[in-house]
T-cell receptor, first 110, second 117 residues
Framework: SQQGEEDPQALSIQEGENATMNCSYK?????LQWYRQNSGRGLVHLIL?????REKHSGRLRVTLDTSKKSSSLLITASRAADTASYFC??????????FGKGTKLTVNP | NAGVTQTPKFQVLKTGQSMTLQCAQD?????MYWYRQDPGMGLRLIYY???????DKGEVPNGYNVSRLNKREFSLRLESAAPSQTSVYFC????????????????FGPGTRLLVL
């Protein structure tokens, strides 16, 4: 399976700090995506990085991808209480379906 | 645009009862999906539909049936509910045609919380 696995499972930080979450996967991919899920809501797509890209930015989000290590990281800078959510990585390889990891639960304390 | 909508939002069933979860999208997307989310298990794919008129099994299809009624609607049916089917169910859609190699960014509905007693 090429399922991504996020690390850590849970992360608690203070408002203003940076939050880093990692994702590892097992097989080659076409792209890797990060999603956010607020409590009691559906997942929301944040960012997609393709296998030939190494880094991508979107606002306060920075995603890196290391295909040699089969890993990705999501950095949220200057975190806010509103960033409190679960974050999931998802991998897509070839014509395969998107496969989601189990998520990192981020708590940002005011 | 409403995006992806799901009904009902919450349902309680007794073991053996049947029900249909409804999902509709207004983005003219080709592919639609049904997932279940359980604590500590992440999202698991139940069934998907790569295009109107086609459906395929995902990771955990047992106990479920689906119907792609048209391009907009994709329903999930529990014929005889069991306590193990207590979960939160999410419907999602993506523009990409599965198998086309396109990026499969998915858009999710708000979920249906199902409790089977």
């Amino acid at each position: 399976s090429q399922q991504g696995e996020e690390d850590p499972q849970a992360l608690s930080i203070q408002e203003g700090e940076n939050a880093t979450m990692n994702c590892s996967y097992k097989t080659s991919i076409n792209n890797l995506q990060w999603y956010r899920q607020n409590s009691g809501r559906g997942l929301v797509h944040l960012i997609l990085i393709r296998s030939n890209e190494r880094e991508k930015h979107s606002g306060r989000l920075r995603v890196t991808l290391d295909t040699s290590k089969k890993s990705s990281s999501l950095l949220i800078t200057a975190s806010r209480a509103a960033d409190t959510a679960s974050y999931f990585c998802a991998t897509q390889g070839g014509s395969e379906k998107l496969v989601f990891g189990k998520g990192t639960k981020l708590t940002v304390n005011p | 645009n409403a995006g992806v909508t799901q009904t009902p939002k919450f349902q309680v069933l007794k073991t053996g009862q049947s029900m249909t979860l409804q999902c509709a999208q207004d983005m003219n997307h080709n592919s639609m999906y049904w997932y279940r989310q359980d604590p500590g298990m992440g999202l698991r794919l139940i069934y998907y539909s790569a295009s109107e008129g086609t459906t395929d099994k995902g990771e955990v299809p047992n106990g479920y049936n689906v119907s792609r009624l048209n391009k907009r609607e994709f329903s999930l049916r529990l014929e005889s509910a069991a306590p193990s089917q207590t979960s939160v169910y999410f419907c999602a859609s993506s523009e990409a045609l599965r198998g086309s190699g396109g990026d499969e960014t998915q858009y999710f509905g708000p979920g249906t919380r199902l409790l089977v007693l």
